[in-house]
């Protein structure tokens, strides 16, 4: 403002107006926002670190947690420009551009513990099994033994000696009672024992009732063709095999020992080559095995463990 006279001598005031500044930039807006923002993350933090209990704070923890990271930049680049997902990605981002990232959930945990254990019951629960079944194969051995000396030792049943034939299967320890060229072990054409096949049964009795297998009986008869008004082959087989089972359980077998009684007729013959042979004529009886089959090695040390 400047004053001056005018000719007449009154004072003329003259106001000179400036320029104006005009408005103050709003960056300082964003950074107060960006503060206030920042603060209440912070109190929201505190908030959670004070309610969660530690296993919450784990899982959000593991949440937040990133598996794989990329590298490569894009962006405007600097501290804010933003992370590409691959080199190809556009470099024209703006500084506010996400960074990428890609979170994968841990692998569960192993039981290493549990499949450890696991592994040693199987291994128990093994030995065990074949611990039973070398038991098992001593005690049939034993009773093969045993049951060839009691018939060498009785005179009355020694001359059938050649007629038992005794083996050992993956089934179990069969006993087989065959007929010979003279010799047969029943009545012709029916089920009655014959008084030596009774004593060399009640032989058979004595020394398997000392053990606990289950039994199985079979009959079986040669390849003849044998038809008695309706009575054929196989009744005569099963007739012979319930017979045995008699003799059996009257000598100390016991009824629940009894796994089967069959009759099988000519369909297994002992001797292929000629099913009308005598020894096709027999009674299968075996001892049933309890554990499983021991490997050829074992029944060996079996063997020679008597």
């Known amino acids: ?36 923002t920042a603060m209440m993350a912070f109190f929201l933090l505190l908030w ?3 309610a969660t209990t530690d296993d919450q704070k784990k899982g959000i923890s593991e949440y937040f947690t990133p598996a794989s990271v990329s590298l490569s930049s894009g962006g405007a680049g600097g501290l804010l ?24 959930s841990p692998p569960p945990p192993q039981p290493t513990k549990v499949v450890e254990e696991t592994k040693g019951a199987d291994k128990e629960k093994e030995a065990q099994e074949r611990f039973k ?10 009773a093969q033994e045993a049951l060839k000396r009691a018939i060498e030792e009785d005179p009355e049943i020694r001359d059938l000696k050649n007629q038992i034939i005794i083996d050992m299967t993956p089934e179990g320890m069969p006993i087989q009672l065959t007929d010979k060229d003279g010799g047969s072990m029943f009545a012709a054409g029916s089920a009655q024992v014959t008084p030596k096949t009774r004593k060399l049964l009640a032989t058979v009795a004595k020394v ?27 009744e005569l087989s099963s007739d012979r095999a319930n017979s045995s089972r008699r003799v059996l359980t009257e000598n100390g077998v016991i009824q629940e020992r009894m796994a089967r009684v069959i009759g099988k007729a000519a369909t297994e013959p002992l001797n292929e ?13 075996v001892l049933m095995r309890e554990a499983p089959v021991l490997p050829p090695e074992l029944v060996k040390k079996a063997d020679g463990s008597r």
């Open 1 to 36: 403002m400047s004053d001056r006279r005018n000719t007449d001598g009154s004072i003329v005031i003259k106001k000179i107006k400036k320029g104006e500044h005009g408005h103050h930039g709003g960056a300082w807006k964003v950074a107060y926002a960006d503060f206030v």
């Open 48 to 50: 959670l670190l004070s």
């Open 81 to 104: 420009g933003g992370l590409a997902l691959s080199p190809g990605a556009s470099a024209s981002a703006s500084s506010s551009a996400p960074v990428i990232v890609t979170i994968a």
């Open 133 to 142: 079944a070398q038991q098992e194969q001593v005690a049939f051995n034993d």
């Open 208 to 234: 398997m009732e000392k053990l606990p297998n289950k039994v199985s009986i079979a009959g079986h008869t040669d390849a003849s063709p044998f038809n008695r008004q309706g009575y054929t082959n196989w």
């Open 273 to 285: 080559e000629d099913p009308l042979k005598p020894e096709n004529r027999r009674i299968t009886i």
